[in-house]
Every structure is written in structure tokens, then in C-alpha cells.
């Protein structure tokens, strides 16, 4: 009977798929509205709040709050504020979630080392949420046999280690220990929108290249934490070298209209 129920579940979920394109023109299925993936991650990053050590070093919230609301800034549509908020700790790592929230750790602020190629990170996991990538990803899970663990769940069987299933499902494995990496076509989206949007924001476009350079130095052979759900290659760094010169004419637009510097205040 439990079987029927979960089928029957999964079947109903089904029925209210939506099929849409990404950015690049992929066909998504997505499974989940706005306000759903809004509720998801409202919940995760209160679980983050509670799990991780928040900075209190005002002087840097105030710079990585600078380059996260000018990234989100120039996303179309009503303005939002989204939540910053900067963990203590030294993981090389950064994640956007829906719901319009933005978490960044101080030890990517050692590979990250301006405001530009800490717009490239920022542009990069913004991107992910802009496009549909977390609810992509948590309906994958739920059409396969992730999903039945899901389904579990909202029948009231399941525990903690589903409710980290939903959190890695939004980006978040690194942090809970439960790794659903996002795709090589959604990371190729992610550059190339995220990128487009740090342009747009005046940041320089040509600090995603150097950006990831240093990211694949970083971390011995294995890279830091980001590099665990972002893989790095010499095809992607090469990609970004050649998407610059197109983002450029942004990045010249928006400088001209003489947008404040982020900065750590001394």
C-alpha cells in the first residue's frame, strides 16, 4: 500500500509538471512553482543560519553586501533585496538559493580577490536560481529514485537525512554532505548568464577567467569546496576568455553611469 501511495504521489506531481526552456534553450521540466521553490529555499537558508558560524566583521558584510545587491540589481523585472549573509569559515564556496537569498564564505575571499571576480561567483550562482537550475534539480530528484525518498518524506516516513536531500537539491551539497551536483549544461548556463549579469551590474567580465584560474590553484589537488558541485576546466576557462569581449559593451554602459565601488573599507 505504502508503494501505491508514493507511486500515486509521484504520478500526481507529475501531472502538474510544467516543460519550459532555459536561457540556452534547453527543455526543462519543472515540477515546482515559484512560491514552492520560494518556500524551499526560505527554509534552507534559515537551516544554514543555524548550522553555520555567521561573520560579524561589518566592514566585510558591508563589501560582500556592495557587490551582491549590485549583481542582483541588474536583474529585470521588480527590484528585490535579496539576504546576504557572510559564514565564517574558511571553505572556498558561495551559493544562491530562491526566495532571493545569497551566502558567502570568508575563505572565497582569498581566491576571490576584487569585487570583480567576486561578481563573477556571485553572477555565477544567481544564474543558477535566475534559470531554473534548483528547480530542475529537485524535480530531477523527485522523478527518480531520489524522488521516492522525497515522497517518503511527504508522507510523513521520512527524517533529517531527506530534509539535506531538498538542500542539496538547491546547490547546497557541499554544505549538508549529500552531493546532487548540478550538469555540465547547466554550468555552461550558469557562466554564460552569470557573466552577462555581473556585465550588466559594471562589473569587468574579464575577471571570470582569472577568477577560475584561481580557483583550480586553490585547495591542492583537489580545489576548495566550490569546485566540488563547479567543476573547472581548461574548457571553461577558455570559454569565459572568449564570452568576455561580447560582455564587454555592458560593462562599458554600465561604468559610464559612474556606479559606486565596492571595497573593504580600511
Not at 72 to 78: F, I, Q
Not at 88 to 103: C, K, R, T, Y
Amino acid at each position: 500500500m505504502k508503494r501505491l501511495a508514493i507511486s500515486l504521489l509521484t504520478l500526481s506531481l507529475l501531472g502538474g509538471c510544467v516543460t519550459t526552456q532555459s536561457p540556452t534553450g534547453r527543455s526543462q521540466t519543472l515540477l515546482f512553482s515559484a512560491a514552492e521553490m520560494n518556500q524551499m529555499g526560505d527554509a534552507s537558508f534559515d537551516e544554514m543560519k543555524k548550522q553555520q558560524k555567521i561573520s560579524k566583521d561589518a566592514k566585510l558584510n558591508a563589501y560582500v553586501d556592495c557587490v551582491a545587491q549590485r549583481v542582483t540589481g541588474a536583474l529585470e523585472g521588480p527590484a528585490q533585496r535579496w539576504e546576504v549573509v557572510v559564514f565564517d569559515s574558511p571553505q572556498v564556496n558561495a551559493f544562491a538559493l530562491p526566495g532571493g537569498h545569497i551566502g558567502v564564505y570568508t575563505g572565497l575571499l582569498k581566491v576571490a580577490n576584487n569585487q570583480d571576480q567576486l561578481a563573477v561567483v556571485l553572477g555565477h550562482e544567481v544564474a543558477h536560481v535566475l534559470a531554473n537550475h534548483s528547480n530542475e534539480q529537485v524535480s530531477r530528484a523527485q522523478m527518480t529514485g531520489t524522488g521516492l525518498k522525497l515522497a517518503d518524506m511527504a508522507l510523513g516516513a521520512g527524517g533529517v537525512a531527506n530534509k539535506d536531500l531538498y538542500m542539496a537539491a538547491l546547490g547546497l551539497g557541499a554544505q549538508v554532505g549529500y552531493i546532487l551536483p548540478y550538469g555540465r549544461a547547466q554550468e555552461s548556463e550558469a557562466d554564460i548568464v552569470g557573466l552577462e549579469l555581473m556585465a550588466r551590474a559594471g562589473f569587468d567580465p574579464r575577471a571570470g577567467a582569472i577568477l577560475w584560474q584561481n580557483m583550480a590553484r586553490a585547495g591542492g589537488a583537489q580545489g576548495p569546496e566550490l569546485l566540488s558541485t563547479h567543476p573547472s576546466h581548461d574548457t571553461r576557462i577558455s570559454g569565459l576568455q572568449s564570452l568576455a569581449p561580447k560582455m564587454l559593451p555592458l560593462y562599458d554602459a554600465a561604468k559610464a553611469k559612474g556606479l559606486p565601488k565596492c571595497q573593504i573599507a580600511k
